[in-house]
Nanobody, 125 residues
Framework: QAQLVESGGGSVQSGGSLRLSCAAP????????WGWFRQAPGKEREAVAA???????MYADSVKGRFTISQDNAERMLYLQMSSLKPEDTGRYYC???????????????????WGQGTQVAVSS
């Protein structure tokens, strides 16, 4: 099964910035929506941000005002600009693309049909 490929993770100090990228292979339809999730050690995966085909963006309350999701569908790329990073932002970040079940609004995790392997983000205090 085709997979998304994330990059851009790393280690930064609190208050720093990182930009994550996600590349979608050509055989995945990206016209519904896609988004970013993260999973911290010992915790469940949580939604971070999403963007739909109309470029409407949605964010978790914990990252509003600090993270910006964007897409370049011509290049088949998704981005997550992360600023003012906090130690609680530490985790593995996953890119995902919605499947045909998506019906609009903030996508549920079940709406995402394709996933990447993730990229690690570590924020130290």
């Amino acid at each position: 099964q085709a997979q998304l490929v994330e990059s851009g993770g790393g280690s930064v100090q609190s208050g720093g910035s990182l930009r994550l990228s996600c590349a979608a292979p050509g055989d995945i339809y990206i016209g519904y929506c896609w988004g970013w999730f993260r999973q911290a050690p010992g915790k469940e995966r949580e939604a971070v941000a999403a963007i739909d085909s109309y470029y409407a963006t949605m964010y978790a309350d914990s990252v509003k005002g600090r993270f910006t999701i964007s897409q370049d569908n011509a290049e088949r790329m998704l981005y997550l600009q992360m600023s003012s990073l906090k130690p609680e932002d530490t985790g593995r970040y996953y890119c995902a693309v919605c499947g045909r079940s998506y019906r609009g609004g903030y996508p549920k995790e079940a709406d995402f049909a394709y996933w990447g392997q993730g990229t690690q983000v570590a924020v130290s205090s």
